[in-house]
């Protein structure tokens, strides 16, 4: 069955410098959701998109922006990285908004800022 | 806001031991609740879930859950354990009041002993 599919699966960067990373949703699944996931650390909710619109909004920094397109992936852009920006970013899709949806999530995206 | 307690952050376990870990939350009103594992370097994978009907859920691998509303918690279970098991187990909470973000708790981390 397919996947969520994330991509690069890693990706070094340098402080300042800009990085995108890709999120392809479980065919007909309209809901995307980001996360990071710090070494060590649980989940934590950056933003999510249904219907191409944003519908929920995290912990994401000010430098970093998301959306979603009409083939509804989804695309994290990261600006001024930061070492505290390396960590692992996970995707995940839903089939709608509700309530009993199961959420499926990618592989990660591995970003090292050095 | 919604918060998820997971009650261990490190279960050591021998091989064919029984296993629980607790994962109480917080809101009150119509929740749907997920056990994820991650093994070692890998993507969140879903062990079950809870949406409605019987509170006592099956999922992959042998594992089990049940949930017990009255005292907000949603405990996961094996009866015996094996090596392959070793990896981290997060609880997660999706609520149904308007916001469609899954809320994780901290994770707990098992090691099975051979």
């Known amino acids: 069955a397919a996947g969520v599919i994330q991509s690069p699966r890693h990706l070094i960067k340098e402080k300042r410098e800009t990085a995108t990373l890709k999120c392809y949703p479980i065919?007909?699944?309209?809901?995307v959701y980001w996360y990071q996931q710090g070494p060590g650390q649980d989940p934590q909710f950056l933003i999510s998109?249904?219907?191409?619109?944003?519908?929920d909004k995290g912990s994401i920094p000010d430098r970093f922006s998301a959306q979603q397109f009409s083939d509804y992936h989804s695309e994290l852009n990261m600006s001024s990285l930061e070492l505290g920006d390396s960590a692992l970013y996970f995707c995940?899709?839903?089939?709608?908004?509700?309530?009993?949806?199961?959420?499926?999530f990618g592989e990660g995206s591995w970003l090292t800022v050095v | 806001a919604q918060s998820v307690s997971q009650h261990n952050h490190h279960v050591i376990l021998s091989e064919a031991a029984s296993l629980e870990l607790g994962c109480n939350y917080s809101?009150?009103?119509?929740?749907?609740l997920f056990w994820y594992v991650q093994y070692p370097g890998q993507h969140l994978q879903l062990l079950l879930k809870?949406?409605?009907?019987?509170?006592l859920v099956k999922g992959i691998k042998g594992f089990e859950a049940e949930f017990i509303k009255s005292k907000f918690s949603f405990n996961l279970r094996k009866p015996s354990v094996q090596w392959s098991d070793t990896a981290e187990y997060f609880c997660?909470?999706?609520?149904?009041?308007?916001?469609?973000?899954?809320?994780f708790g901290k994770g707990t981390k098992l090691s099975v002993i051979p």
């Open positions: 995940a899709s839903s089939q709608g908004r509700i309530s009993g949806n199961t959420i499926y």
């Open positions: 065919p007909r699944h309209d809901t």
């Open positions: 998109f249904y219907e191409k619109m944003q519908s």
């Open positions: 809101y009150g009103g119509t929740v749907n």
């Open positions: 809870y949406f409605s009907g019987d509170p």
């Open positions: 997660a909470v999706l609520s149904g009041a308007g916001s469609y973000q899954l809320t």
